[in-house]
C-alpha cells in the first residue's frame, strides 16, 4: 500500500523503515526537505490544499505522527482517503482538558483538574485544588514545554504570566512514585494487543531513559493498566498504536497523558519485543493481523540522545546495544536519537546503562 503520514520527524523515519519489509511504500507531507523522514519516501511538502490533494491521492492510508497535527488537515485529508487514527483521536489528544473529561467519564483515575483562562480563574482553581500544583497549556504541549510548577501563591501571577494567555489547566501534583507508560495496538478489526508496563525516567519534561519491562510490576497492576487502556482505545474506536502515560502512586495508577501514535517510550520494542510498536502500527493501519507483543530479550532500556551526538563509537563498541540517529542538526533539548539495550540479565543491563552514562543527565 501506499501509506501517507502527516508530518516527517524521526516517528515517520520509523514507521517507514519498518513498513518498507512488508512491502509498503511512504509518502511524508512536510516542512521542509530536512526532516528527519523526508529522504524515506516521496516527499510533499507545504500544507497549501493543492499540496494536500496531490498527497492524499497519492497515498491509500494515511497516518500521522504527531498529536499537534492540524485537525483541519486531516479532515481534508479524510475526504480522499483512509485516515487511523482518526480525526476523533486526534481530536482528543490534543487538548489535555477533553483527555481528563473522557477519562472522568470512563472512571479511569486521573489528577484533579481545572480549565483556567485568567488569573482570577487560576486563583479561584487554586483554592479548590490547593497547592503544590501543576499549570500547563491544554494545548501544543510536549517535553514539558509549556508547564509551570507552583508551590506557592506568591507564584501565581508568574505562573499565568508564562501560559502567555492560552488556555490552561491546573492540575492537581501527584506525589508519585515512578512514571510508567503502557503501549498498545488496535486493529481496525478491533484485535488489541498490549506492550508490558515501562518505566520513565524524565529530566526537565524530557524522557531520558526507558526501562522495558519494568520491573516489580505485579499482574494485577499490568491487568488494571490493560483494563484502562482497554476502556480508553474501544470507547475512541482506534485504530493504530495508543500510548497512556502514567503515574504509580503506592499501587494506585493515575493516567498523566494520552498519546494517539508510537511514543518515545516504545522505540525499545524495535529490538526488545517480537514486532515493534511501529511494525504493530503499520500492520493495524493496513488492516493487517497484529504482531506479537512479547518481550524477546528479559530486560532492555531505552536511552534517548538529545541536544549532542556524543560519544557514538562507543555505544557501536557496547554489547548488545543498538544505536539509532535520526539524521537532525544538533540544538539543545532536541531529540537526535536513542540507544537501545538488550540484556537477558538484569546486572549485564545495568552495566551496560553505566558504561554509557555520559548520554544520561
Ligand atoms: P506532561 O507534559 O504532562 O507529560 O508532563 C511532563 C512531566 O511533568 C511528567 O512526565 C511528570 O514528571 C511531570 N508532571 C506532569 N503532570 C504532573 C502532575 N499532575 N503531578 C506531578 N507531576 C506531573
Redesign the pocket.
Known amino acids: 500500500m501506499k501509506i501517507g503520514v502527516l508530518g516527517a520527524g524521526q516517528l515517520g523515519r520509523m514507521l517507514a523503515l519498518s513498513a518498507y519489509p512488508l512491502g509498503h511504500q511512504m509518502r511524508f507531507l512536510a516542512l521542509s526537505e530536512e526532516d528527519p523522514s523526508s529522504l524515506l519516501g516521496k516527499t510533499y511538502i507545504n500544507s497549501k490544499a493543492d499540496v494536500i490533494k496531490l498527497f492524499s491521492d497519492d497515498s491509500d492510508v494515511v497516518t500521522y505522527e504527531s498529536e499537534n497535527t492540524d485537525v483541519s488537515i486531516v479532515r481534508d485529508v479524510s475526504k480522499k482517503s483512509n485516515v487511523f487514527p482518526s480525526e476523533r483521536s486526534l481530536h482528543l489528544t490534543q487538548h489535555?482538558g477533553r483527555e481528563k473529561e473522557l477519562l472522568c467519564e470512563l472512571n479511569i483515575p486521573c489528577?484533579p483538574?481545572q480549565i483556567v483562562n485568567s488569573v482570577s480563574e487560576l486563583q479561584n482553581a487554586i483554592k479548590s485544588i490547593g497547592l503544590?500544583?501543576?499549570l500547563?497549556t491544554t494545548r501544543d504541549?510536549?517535553?514539558?514545554?509549556?508547564?509551570f510548577?507552583i508551590k506557592f501563591e506568591s507564584q501565581i501571577d508568574e505562573a499565568w504570566g508564562h501560559m502567555s494567555g492560552n488556555e490552561s489547566i491546573l492540575?492537581?501534583?501527584?506525589?508519585?512514585e515512578r512514571?510508567l507508560s503502557l503501549i498498545a495496538v488496535r486493529g481496525l478489526d478491533g484485535s488489541l494487543k498490549y506492550y508490558p508496563l515501562v518505566e520513565?525516567t524524565?529530566h526537565e519534561?524530557i524522557?531520558r531513559l526507558t526501562v522495558a519491562p519494568a520491573q516489580n510490576i505485579s499482574k494485577s497492576l499490568q491487568k488494571k493498566a490493560e483494563g484502562y487502556m482497554h476502556s480508553l482505545i474501544n470507547e475512541i474506536d482506534h485504530v493504530g498504536v495508543l500510548t497512556i502515560?502514567l503515574?504509580d502512586s503506592k499501587d494506585e495508577l493515575?493516567v498523566?497523558?494520552i498519546a494517539p501514535r508510537v511514543h518515545n517510550s516504545g522505540h525499545w520494542t524495535i529490538e526488545g519485543a517480537q514486532t515493534s510498536q511501529f511494525e504493530n502500527h503499520i500492520r493495524a493501519i493496513t488492516n493487517s493481523p497484529l504482531g506479537e507483543t512479547s518481550i524477546k530479550h528479559q530486560f532492555n532500556a531505552m536511552i534517548n540522545i538529545i541536544g549532542e551526538y556524543g560519544a557514538t563509537q562507543k555505544v557501536l563498541e557496547t554489547e548488545n546495544a543498538h544505536l539509532h540517529l535520526y539524521d537532525k542538526e544538533e540544538r539543545q533539548d532536541r531529540k537526535l536519537g536513542h540507544i537501545t539495550i538488550t540484556s537477558n540479565s538484569f546486572d549485564a543491563l545495568n552495566k551496560s546503562i553505566d558504561s554509557l552514562k555520559e548520554y544520561l543527565p
Open positions: 489535555r489528577a483538574y503544590p500544583a501543576i500547563k504541549g510536549y517535553d514539558g514545554k509549556g508547564q510548577h492540575e492537581g501534583f501527584v506525589k508519585f512514571e520513565n524524565h519534561g524522557l502515560e503515574f493515575i498523566n497523558e
